[in-house]
């Protein structure tokens, strides 16, 4: 594994940008973006992250650090490692003041960042992002604010827009982050667990660039899941609470059925009530045992120690051998 310099300088910005399959929007990508920084007036650099891409990415990447070998750093992991975990990578490499993470599809656009620059100066250590007017498909936007709603309601980590990774972090919050060594997390959502003064600006959103969604429905299920069993314990609590009620209801309903058969003697009806009511409990169970699940996996993961990525190589000013890189 190649291990991160250590800082020679201290930047004013670090812009990190995970990549996966970003073949057709990476383009457009660097005609914004370093435009965008530019104007800002600060010194800064950028680190791509490539996630174990599988199309002309990493080549792309390449060849837009042989631009600008000045502000550009590239880290490449060995395989995909998932959008989270590929930010962790990018901080490890991270020397700028404040850090800031963007998708690389465009729907963030760049121009955006000085709006969270602004909040930094302003004293806050976090700044989240809402975005205007999503343009994202009908169920994605309506699914998105159902589980908002349900993470405020369950943790206390309180962000309008947890989708958004248009981000901007202090050095310490970062370092933070680092520090964690979670196997599995949410960075947004750690991020503001660290967070002394948060706080959250309206961004524009556009339409994908080019490519598609990493991220399907069944990814959003399982990513809001992590949130959720990552940062709170109240779905266990609520269970518990449900199956204690139920606990009650049925010894009560029991003793009912025992009393009305002493007094009414054996009779066939309510047999489909009673059908119902197992069927009911059995599926409360049913879902108890797969949170219960998620919780021991977690502990799995993180019993096992495993790295969360493995870096392949590095290209840099400060890394001379790029020997394995993309060409």
Same mark, same amino acid.
């Given at each position: 594994m190649v291990e991160p310099p250590l800082p020679e300088q201290t930047l004013d910005l670090s812009v990190v940008i995970p990549v996966y399959n970003e073949q057709d929007v990476l383009p457009a990508l660097f005609e914004r973006l370093y435009p965008a920084l530019d104007a800002l007036g600060r010194s800064y650099e950028v680190i791509f992250v490539d996630d174990g891409s599988r199309d002309r990415s990493p080549a792309l990447l390449r060849e837009q650090y042989q631009r600008r070998p000045d502000v550009t750093r590239v880290i490449y992991l060995r395989a995909n490692a998932g959008q989270h975990a590929a930010l962790m990578a990018g901080f490890e490499y991270t020397r700028g003041k404040t850090v800031v993470t963007l998708d690389a599809d465009l729907?963030?656009?760049?121009?955006?960042?000085?709006?969270l620059l602004e909040q930094i100066d302003a004293g806050h250590d976090y700044v989240g992002s809402i975005r205007r007017q999503r343009k994202d498909s009908w169920w994605r936007d309506k699914a998105s604010r159902?589980?908002?709603?349900l993470r405020e309601k369950i943790t206390n980590i309180h962000m309008t827009d947890q989708g958004c990774m248009l981000r901007a972090y202090d050095r310490d919050i970062v370092q933070a982050m680092l520090d964690s060594h979670e196997a599995q997390t949410f960075i947004p959502a750690l991020g503001y667990l660290y967070a002394g003064h948060p706080t959250e600006v309206v961004v524009e959103h556009e339409e994908r660039a080019a490519g598609e969604s990493k991220y399907p429905l069944y990814k959003l299920i399982h990513l809001n899941f992590d949130l959720m069993t990552g940062f709170s314990l109240a779905p266990l609590q609520i269970f518990s609470v449900v199956g204690f009620f139920i606990s009650v209801v049925s010894f009560f309903f029991v003793i009912y059925l025992a009393l %009305?058969? &002493?007094?009414?003697?054996?009779?066939?009806?309510?047999?489909?009530?009673?059908f119902a009511i197992l069927f009911l409990v059995a599926g409360i169970i049913l879902f108890g045992i797969g949170?219960?699940?998620e919780y021991v996996g977690r502990i799995l993961v993180?019993?096992?120690?495993?790295? %969360?990525? &493995?870096v392949g190589?590095?290209?840099?000013?400060?890394?001379?051998?790029?020997?394995?890189?993309p060409s």
């Open positions: 729907q963030n656009p760049p121009e955006e960042i000085g709006k159902a589980m908002n709603r %009305r058969r &002493l007094i009414v003697g054996p009779e066939v009806e309510g047999v489909f009530t009673l949170l219960l699940g993180q019993s096992r120690g495993r790295p %969360r990525y &493995l190589c590095v290209l840099s000013k400060e890394h001379d051998d790029d020997k394995g890189c």
